[in-house]
Every structure is written in structure tokens, then in C-alpha cells.
């Protein structure tokens, strides 16, 4: 979905946006549809400022354990998307500034709605998936799945490398 400038007032454009093919179903399994509803207003004539909130539940595997569970994911975003300058857009090797991290600049007043879904559902899907914060994991022993058994191997004293040196300090 692409809206352009032109059709956003100053009031704004508010949209409840369904699952429509902008979310990357090869990437992230989901469990229950997506909720998104995102607002859309008008800065002036080169630039809008879209907010919008995203949620949706996702089928994982843990991390620690490797059980499947499902995760709810709750995103907000802003962005606000300016028309490109000409002298910024000849100079691809301009600095970031700090009040550049929430910008948005395109070729033209046209802001597509899809590709900051897409973007906003992937980044905000989790580094580690951990299906609860008292997960003990799987034992590096045995394997056992220590949330739910006691591990196998015990308490077994493992040889020092130095043992070898106990000989040397009878001589």
C-alpha cells in the first residue's frame, strides 16, 4: 500500500491495516493474525510523520531448551519520511546524524506503507527466544531437559590436566 503526501490532511490519515501479503510469512510463522493500525500526518508539503503499532504471535523455538512456544510480539514505531533533497541524494556518502535515526528519506512524496510493515515485523523479533525467563535449558552433559528432569550425569568429578603433575612432586 503506497499513500502519497498529497492525500494525507492535516488531521491525518488513520488506517487499520490486515494481514494483506506485506508480512513475511517465509520468515516468521504466525499463530494468530496480525493486528496494525498506524496513524499517518502531515509535517508540510515534503514530509510526513507515520506512527503505528504492531502485534502479532509467532511460533518458536526456545533457545535454551528447544521447545516450541509462542511469543507475542508488541512494536511501535515512528518514522518521519521526507522527500530526498537533490544535494543529499547526489551525496551517498553523507554523515548520519543523530536526528536522522527515525528519518525516512524517498525519491519521491510517496511513502509505502508495506515495506515499513515488512521492516518493522522483522526487526522486532527477539535476538534469543527464550520461552520463559526460569528456563534452565538442556544439560551439556547428558542433554537432559533440565526443566523437566533431573540431569543424568550427576556429580562426576572430571579429571584436572594437571593430575599428571601429582608424579613429578614425589621425586
Known amino acids: 500500500m503506497e499513500i502519497a ?4 490532511t492535516e488531521d491525518g490519515l488513520s488506517l487499520t491495516i490486515d494481514n494483506d501479503g506485506w508480512f513475511p510469512h517465509e520468515e516468521i510463522g504466525l499463530t494468530a493474525p496480525v ?3 498506524i496513524v499517518v500526518k502531515k509535517i508540510d508539503n ?4 507515520v506512527t503505528g503499532e504492531m502485534k502479532y504471535v509467532t511460533q518458536s523455538t526456545c533457545d535454551k531448551c528447544c521447545r516450541d512456544f509462542e511469543q507475542q510480539i508488541n512494536l511501535d ?7 530526498r533533497e537533490d544535494e543529499t541524494a547526489s ?3 553523507s554523515e548520519c546524524t543523530e536526528e536522522n535515526y527515525e528519518k525516512l528519506f524517498l525519491e519521491g ?3 509505502d506503507i508495506d515495506a515499513i510493515l515488512r521492516e518493522q515485523a522483522i526487526l522486532g523479533l527477539p535476538v534469543r527466544n527464550i520461552c520463559s525467563s ?3 535449558g538442556l544439560c551439556l552433559g547428558c542433554g537432559a531437559d533440565l526443566d523437566a528432569q533431573k540431569c543424568q ?3 562426576q568429578e572430571k579429571p584436572s590436566p594437571f593430575s599428571v603433575l601429582k608424579h613429578l612432586k614425589g621425586r
Open 134 to 136: 526460569s528456563c534452565l
Open 46 to 49: 515534503d514530509s510526513v510523520k
Open 91 to 93: 551525496s551517498q556518502d
Open 35 to 37: 493486528e496494525c493500525s
Open 109 to 111: 512524496p510517496v511513502v
Open 153 to 155: 550425569c550427576g556429580e
Open 77 to 83: 514505531f515512528n518514522y518521519d519520511c521526507t522527500v
Open 5 to 8: 503526501f498529497s492525500d494525507v
